[in-house]
């Protein structure tokens, strides 16, 4: 029978696979895929509950569009069907159910499945419109056989049972589900585990093992189903439980069996071995990874202790990291290490002020209001304080001086015995100089700011009056008219007696004045020291 | 007790004895001290300053300045030897110190010298002035045109470092050619010794006047 899903696909596989037809885009491929693709999105509507569209619209659609709602269709789909995929995963004799219900014509679809299920898992980016499809398909199978199947288990489970369990609450599954809990906690053998369950097909374990293993382990655990099968199932259930708990041996726990390793999980293994250093871990992590179907909880969170355990180890034995080694230079580290760094250090220089409108507004109101108060802020020099009194600055006098040495010396004593009474020095005339000009200016600033006038200090003063007519003194223009002196005629000449000029002399008067001087020259010879003559000639007696 | 008393009597008339006996000692003679006139067992003590040629005519020039407190003040006899060219001194009697004599003949000496006779009076009023006399080639040799260029650099232009140097120290200096005198007392001879060594060895006038200047204030600080 020809199904329009079958006659689609086959449609489909007509037109020629080969990519270089698809490179130029030719109206009757498409069209013949968009048909395709029709029927097969109809096929696929009942299964989805979710889809918005109700056909697969083509007309005038673009091949994005199309897509697009394909895609909408399908995933939620394949959402759906990957969970029942790994439900199978788990739980192999439900296919083996479904396979029992549907015809032996269905085995070679199921072997299909299996292949396409590690198809699935390996291609997941087919962006071809027939692998998709074909997918769908199969899953959708799968999917239908594994729902007849449950079906059939819940009504044999319901004809045994009774008031308690409806079509939501199995015990059988509830148990089930607490013994494989058990079993992954405890780490008991899985198969064993699975042999507790209810029914076992054959056919679904071989598979298995195949899809799976290297090794089988077939015939005992067949054995082991069919004898469990015929127990009844609540008590072979619990014989088998207790029979496997009771038996736990350390075998159990940390057995070395060799099963199942994949190539990826030998490669595992290696690593570890290479890696880990005690055997026990070895052997625990061999054990555990050798298991099929996962760790329980707490073997995974052992692993991982473990694995941060032989981290920090190694990390402990590794040189330090140059952050951690305390005070490094540029050459202990590698180049630009530091930015990589998130690096804190105190910053001694204050950061640099941002300039921004509201800074330089208040400076410049500063500035004005300053200028306007002209309040400077001036350096003014520190008034010093002079302690000692000013010393005279004696200059040195190029001329000769006129004083002689004995003079100078004696002023010298006399200063020295009796100050007072010693002759104004240079210094000294200076000051006095200066107190007299002082007084003069102060007279005349008296004499202007007092109403009362004072007369000026009568200073007495010796001075040589030069025998000048007064009108040379007075005035400066030459006046030949007077001739008056400024001294008086005795001043002039204290005279006594008759006074004769040369000419008048007589020869009496001549020799008159020659007797006198003669008298004149005499006393004074006489008045000179005799004693000098007296001694020479004593001298000169004494010589001789 | 008679025994006694002539025992006592006869050790003080052995005690008193001697001395009626022998002269009593003469007093202790008060010499009083020499006279010039007196010394050398009553010879007349004599001076005799040679006078060069160049200070003959200020000699005649001078000559009553000199005589008038020599022979006044100091009472020393003094007269010119003009044979031999020798000013001469000599004590009298009533000379009241040897030293006069001395002082005398130093300040005829230090007028022979070159100085004037006011400068050289005060070596008659003071003890301590003292005459002191250098070469130039002592300080340093120089030839020629060198030596006649430190000469100049002694005096200065017009005489005016030569001044500077006097008033500063109050010293006074007498450059004959290559002879220097200094007249003064002993610390301001040493300053104005050093001024002049330094002069001629080469430093300029500028650098003595501030060394001059130095010298004189702390001079005039010590009084």
Same mark, same amino acid.
């Given at each position: 029978?020809?199904?329009?899903?079958?006659?689609?696909?086959?449609?489909?596989?007509?037109?020629?696979?080969?990519?270089?037809?698809?490179?130029?885009?030719?109206?009757?491929?498409?069209?013949?895929?968009?048909?395709?693709?029709?029927?097969?999105?109809?096929?696929?509507?009942?299964?989805?509950?979710?889809?918005?569209?109700?056909?697969?619209?083509?007309?005038? !659609?673009?091949?994005?569009?199309?897509?697009?709602?394909?895609?909408?269709?399908?995933?939620?789909?394949?959402?759906?069907?990957?969970?029942?995929?790994?439900? %199978?995963?788990?739980?192999?004799?439900?296919?083996?159910?479904?396979?029992?219900?549907?015809?032996?014509?269905?085995?070679?679809?199921?072997?299909?499945?299996?292949?396409?299920?590690?198809?699935?898992?390996?291609?997941?980016?087919?962006?071809?419109?027939?692998?998709?499809?074909?997918?769908?398909?199969?899953?959708?199978? &799968?999917?239908?056989?594994?729902?007849?199947?449950?079906?059939?288990?819940?009504?044999?489970?319901?004809?045994?049972?009774?008031?308690?369990?409806?079509?939501?609450?199995?015990?059988?599954?509830?148990?089930?589900?607490?013994?494989?809990?058990?079993?992954?906690?405890?780490?008991?053998?899985?198969?064993?585990?699975?042999?507790?369950?209810?029914?076992?097909?054959?056919?679904?374990?071989?598979?298995?093992?195949?899809?799976?293993?290297?090794?089988?382990?077939?015939?005992?655990?067949?054995?082991?189903?069919?004898?469990?099968?015929?127990?009844?199932?609540?008590?072979?259930?619990?014989?088998?439980?207790?029979?496997?708990?009771?038996?736990?041996? /350390?075998?159990?726990?940390?057995?070395?069996?060799?099963?199942?390793?994949? &190539?990826?999980?030998?490669?595992?293994?290696?690593?570890?071995?290479?890696?880990?250093?005690?055997?026990?871990?070895?052997?625990?992590?061999?054990?555990?990874?050798?298991?099929?179907?996962?760790?329980?909880?707490?073997?995974?969170?052992?692993?991982?202790?473990?694995?941060?355990?032989?981290?920090?180890?190694?990390?402990?034995?590794?040189?330090?990291?140059?952050?951690?080694?305390?005070?490094?230079?540029?050459?202990?580290?590698?180049?630009?290490?530091?930015?990589?760094?998130?690096?804190?250090?105190?910053?001694?220089?204050?950061?640099?002020?941002?300039?921004?409108?509201?800074?330089?507004?208040?400076?410049?109101?500063?500035?004005?209001?300053?200028?306007?108060?002209?309040?400077?802020?001036?350096?003014?020099?520190?008034?010093?304080?002079?302690?000692?009194?000013?010393?005279?600055?004696?200059?040195?006098?190029?001329?000769?001086?006129?004083?002689?040495?004995?003079?100078?010396?004696?002023?010298?004593?006399?200063?020295?015995?009796?100050?007072?009474?010693?002759?104004?020095?240079?210094?000294?005339?200076?000051?006095?100089?200066?107190?007299?000009?002082?007084?003069?200016?102060?007279?005349?600033?008296?004499?202007?700011?007092?109403?009362?006038?004072?007369?000026?200090?009568?200073?007495?003063?010796?001075?040589?009056?030069?025998?000048?007519?007064?009108?040379?003194?007075?005035?400066?223009?030459?006046?030949?008219?007077?001739?008056?002196?400024?001294?008086?005629?005795?001043?002039?000449?204290?005279?006594?007696?008759?006074?004769?000029?040369?000419?008048?002399?007589?020869?009496?008067?001549?020799?008159?004045?020659?007797?006198?001087?003669?008298?004149?020259?005499?006393?004074?010879?006489?008045?000179?020291?005799?004693?000098?003559?007296?001694?020479?000639?004593?001298?000169?007696?004494?010589?001789? | 007790?008679?025994?006694?008393?002539?025992?006592?009597?006869?050790?003080?008339?052995?005690?008193?004895?001697?001395?009626?006996?022998?002269?009593?000692?003469?007093?202790?003679?008060? %010499?009083?001290?020499?006279?010039?006139?007196?010394?050398?067992?009553?010879?007349?003590?004599?001076?005799?300053?040679?006078?060069?040629?160049?200070? /003959?005519?200020?000699?005649?020039?001078?000559?009553?300045?000199? /005589?008038?407190?020599?022979?006044?003040?100091?009472?020393?006899?003094?007269?010119?030897?003009?044979?031999?060219?020798?000013?001469?001194?000599?004590?009298?009697?009533?000379?009241?110190?040897?030293?006069?004599?001395?002082?005398?003949?130093?300040?005829?000496?230090?007028?022979?010298?070159? !100085?004037?006779?006011?400068?050289?009076?005060?070596?008659?009023?003071?003890?301590?002035?003292?005459?002191?006399? %250098?070469?130039?080639?002592?300080?340093?040799?120089?030839?020629?045109?060198?030596?006649?260029?430190?000469?100049?650099?002694?005096?200065?232009?017009?005489?005016?470092?030569?001044?500077?140097?006097?008033?500063?120290?109050?010293?006074?200096?007498?450059?004959?050619?290559?002879?220097?005198?200094?007249?003064?007392?002993?610390?301001?001879?040493?300053?104005?010794?050093?001024?002049?060594?330094?002069?001629?060895?080469?430093?300029?006038?500028?650098?003595?006047?501030?060394?001059?200047?130095?010298?004189?204030?702390?001079?005039?600080?010590?009084?």
């Amino acid at each position: 029978m020809v199904t329009p899903v079958e006659a689609a696909v086959e449609s489909l596989r007509q037109i020629s696979t080969e990519p270089p037809v698809w490179l130029v885009p030719k109206q009757e491929l498409s069209q013949a895929v968009r048909a395709a693709s029709k029927l097969l999105f109809a096929s696929l509507k009942p299964h989805c509950t979710k889809s918005p569209f109700d056909e697969l619209l083509i007309e005038g !659609f673009d091949a994005e569009q199309i897509w697009q709602q394909i895609d909408l269709q399908s995933q939620p789909l394949l959402s759906s069907l990957r969970r029942e995929v790994k439900k %199978f995963e788990k739980h192999p004799e439900e296919i083996s159910k479904l396979k029992v219900d549907v015809e032996g014509g269905k085995k070679k679809v199921l072997e299909e499945i299996e292949t396409e299920n590690v198809v699935v898992n390996d291609d997941d980016d087919e962006d071809d419109d027939i692998d998709m499809d074909e997918e769908d398909e199969d899953e959708e199978e &799968e999917g239908e056989e594994k729902e007849k199947g449950r079906e059939e288990e819940s009504e044999n489970e319901g004809e045994e049972k009774g008031g308690i369990e409806d079509k939501f609450l199995k015990i059988k599954e509830l148990q089930e589900y607490l013994e494989e809990d058990e079993a992954r906690e405890f780490g008991t053998n899985k198969k064993k585990r699975k042999a507790e369950t209810k029914k076992h097909e054959e056919d679904t374990e071989d598979e298995e093992e195949e899809g799976d293993d290297e090794e089988n382990e077939d015939d005992t655990d067949e054995a082991e189903e069919e004898e469990e099968d015929e127990l009844g199932l609540f008590g072979g259930d619990d014989e088998s439980d207790e029979d496997d708990l009771g038996n736990a041996r /350390y075998e159990d726990f940390f057995s070395r069996k060799k099963s199942k390793d994949s &190539e990826d999980k030998a490669k595992y293994r290696d690593m570890l071995e290479e890696d880990s250093g005690s055997d026990d871990e070895h052997v625990d992590k061999k054990v555990k990874n050798q298991r099929k179907d996962g760790l329980s909880k707490h073997e995974k969170e052992l692993d991982e202790l473990r694995s941060k355990i032989e981290q920090m180890e190694k990390a402990n034995l590794d040189p330090k990291v140059w952050t951690m080694r305390g005070e490094v230079t540029a050459a202990q580290r590698q180049k630009n290490s530091a930015l990589e760094v998130d690096l804190d250090f105190e910053h001694n220089v204050r950061p640099a002020p941002v300039i921004t409108e509201e800074v330089t507004a208040s400076l410049e109101d500063l500035i004005k209001t300053r200028i306007s108060e002209g309040l400077f802020d001036d350096v003014q020099k520190a008034p010093t304080l002079s302690s000692k009194a000013p010393r005279e600055v004696k200059e040195l006098d190029d001329n000769k001086s006129k004083k002689g040495l004995a003079e100078i010396y004696e002023e010298e004593f006399v200063q020295k015995t009796d100050p007072a009474s010693a002759p104004l020095t240079f210094s000294d005339e200076l000051k006095k100089e200066a107190s007299m000009l002082f007084k003069k200016l102060c007279l005349k600033l008296d004499a202007l700011s007092h109403f009362h006038f004072t007369p000026k200090p009568v200073v007495e003063d010796m001075s040589i009056q030069t025998n000048v007519p007064a009108l040379a003194m007075e005035e400066i223009a030459p006046m030949a008219v007077s001739d008056a002196a400024m001294l008086a005629p005795e001043e002039v000449f204290s005279g006594k007696g008759d006074i004769k000029e040369e000419a008048e002399m007589t020869k009496a008067d001549r020799k008159k004045r020659r007797a006198n001087k003669k008298r004149k020259f005499k006393a004074k010879a006489a008045k000179r020291p005799r004693a000098n003559t007296s001694v020479r000639n004593s001298d000169e007696g004494s010589k001789v | 007790m008679s025994i006694e008393a002539s025992a006592t009597m006869e050790i003080e008339t052995v005690s008193s004895e001697p001395k009626p006996e022998s002269n009593p000692l003469p007093p202790k003679p008060k %010499f009083e001290p020499l006279k010039a006139h007196e010394m050398s067992d009553g010879r007349v003590q004599f001076r005799k300053v040679s006078v060069p040629p160049h200070r /003959y005519s200020p000699l005649k020039k001078y000559w009553m300045d000199i /005589y008038t407190p020599i022979y006044e003040h100091m009472k020393i006899d003094i007269r010119m030897n003009l044979k031999a060219r020798k000013v001469e001194l000599k004590t009298r009697q009533d000379t009241p110190d040897i030293s006069n004599l001395q002082k005398c003949a130093d300040f005829v000496q230090a007028f022979m010298l070159g !100085f004037d006779v006011p400068d050289a009076i005060a070596l008659l009023r003071l003890d301590e002035l003292y005459v002191e006399s %250098f070469e130039i080639k002592d300080v340093k040799t120089l030839r020629g045109e060198h030596l006649s260029r430190a000469i100049g650099r002694l005096s200065g232009k017009g005489g005016k470092t030569k001044f500077a140097i006097e008033n500063a120290t109050k010293t006074r200096i007498v450059i004959a050619d290559t002879k220097i005198h200094m007249l003064g007392s002993f610390a301001n001879i040493k300053i104005a010794r050093d001024s002049l060594c330094s002069l001629i060895l080469g430093s300029p006038a500028g650098k003595v006047y501030s060394k001059l200047r130095q010298v004189s204030a702390r001079l005039a600080e010590r009084f």
